[in-house]
């Protein structure tokens, strides 16, 4: 997957690397904070945020967007096909 296929879908990845951001921004802060590693409810919370953000750059909806703008409307998933006309 390259750079340009995730940026296809600009909604998805912008609210993917927003999380990223954030999450990583919130861990920088609170160890900057205290001067000591983040508490573990912290921490936790920007791990998800951190992992939720990847999860929505690499989601199946680029590979949607991406077949859709390259003319290919096919199904991949299980040997599905699309409605015959």
């Known amino acids: 997957m390259t750079f340009q296929q995730i940026l296809i879908n600009w909604k998805t990845s912008s609210a993917g690397f927003l999380l ?4 990583i921004v919130s861990i920088i802060y609170a160890v900057n904070e205290t001067g000591r590693a983040p508490d573990q409810s912290i921490l936790m919370a920007q791990l998800t945020a951190i992992f939720g953000g990847v999860g929505l750059l690499l989601s199946r909806d680029v590979n949607v967007s991406t077949e859709r703008t390259n003319g290919h409307a096919e199904l991949e998933d299980a040997g599905e096909r699309a409605p015959a006309e």
Do not use: E, L, N
């Open 20 to 23: 990223i951001i954030s999450g």
